[in-house]
């Protein structure tokens, strides 16, 4: 059996208790073989910080009650803004919770707001902001879907690319 510590990061750890099969004074049969310990404990947080996006490589997790200001985010797959963030940022995925600001410029695959966005977004591939998000600033993005009550404000253009022949830009204030 395995039981969950608390680490200093949030996170969690599971360790194995004394009659789980992973310690080191159990048997796996009725003889006496016995599994010895391992020297470095595996940790499993990855499986449980899996989200919608399934994301895997480097990830910042911006705590509740955090606020990191003027910065640039490099090197990073994944940012989750569940404080304030006010940076510029080249990434795979954002992710800002309920809770969450970000304000800057992001340019981002995939972005996720349940939270507030201020600033310049440009999304790849897939802008999705749920019933809580809102987004203002100047937008552009592949695709979007808006859930029911999600807030789009500001200079809106479909596609990606700076150029002005690729993209209509239209001043939109999407309430859906």
Do not use: W
Request: proline letters at 5%; aromatic letters at 4%; one cysteine or more.
């Amino acid at each position: 059996m395995l039981k969950s510590e608390n680490s200093f990061f949030g996170g969690k750890r599971e360790t194995p208790t004394p009659n789980s099969p992973f310690s080191a004074s159990s048997n796996l049969t009725s003889g006496s073989t016995s599994i010895p310990k391992a020297n470095n404990p595996v940790s499993t947080q990855a499986s449980h910080s899996a989200s919608s996006t399934n994301e895997v490589g480097s990830k910042l997790i911006v705590g509740p009650n955090i606020k990191l200001k003027g910065v640039e985010i490099t090197d990073c797959d994944t940012l989750v803004v569940e404080g304030r963030v006010e940076a510029t940022m080249n990434s795979r995925v954002i992710h800002i919770a309920e809770k969450g600001a970000f304000k800057g410029s992001a340019e981002i695959d995939l972005a996720e707001i349940y939270g507030e966005f201020d600033g310049d977004l440009t999304v790849r591939e897939k802008l999705v902001i749920y019933s809580t998000g809102k987004v203002s600033g100047k937008i552009r993005y592949g695709k979007v879907v808006i859930e029911e009550g999600g807030q789009l404000t500001g200079e809106v253009q479909v596609g990606t690319s700076a150029a002005p022949s690729a993209a209509k830009p239209a001043a939109v204030t999407a309430v859906a």
